[in-house]
């Protein structure tokens, strides 16, 4: 895949429980929390990868959804 901008390095890891990441990191997961103000109007395959995506990074726990709908 090519991209037309130039790429900024995000980091995001998970330790001891606890979300660590630098800025672009942060930013990244405000525009992710950001995006479940959406969550209703996604299609359903877009709410299961959001809710893997929060799983990922601890937001909710493994089987667990975002929001019931």
């Given amino acids: 895949m ?3 901008t130039n790429l ?3 980091s995001i890891r998970i330790e001891n ?3 660590l990441c630098n800025k672009f990191g ?7 929390g950001d995006l479940g ?3 209703q109007r996604m299609s359903q395959s877009g709410r299961e990868t ?3 995506m929060m ?3 601890g937001v909710i726990e493994e089987n667990e959804v ?4």
């Fill in 50 to 52: 959001y809710d893997e």
């Fill in 2 to 4: 090519t991209t037309k």
């Fill in 37 to 39: 103000w959406d969550y």
């Fill in 55 to 57: 799983q990922m990074i």
């Fill in 26 to 32: 942060n930013d990244f997961l405000d525009l992710l």
């Fill in 66 to 69: 975002y929001m019931e709908i």
């Fill in 8 to 10: 900024v390095p995000m």
């Fill in 17 to 19: 429980n606890k979300v």
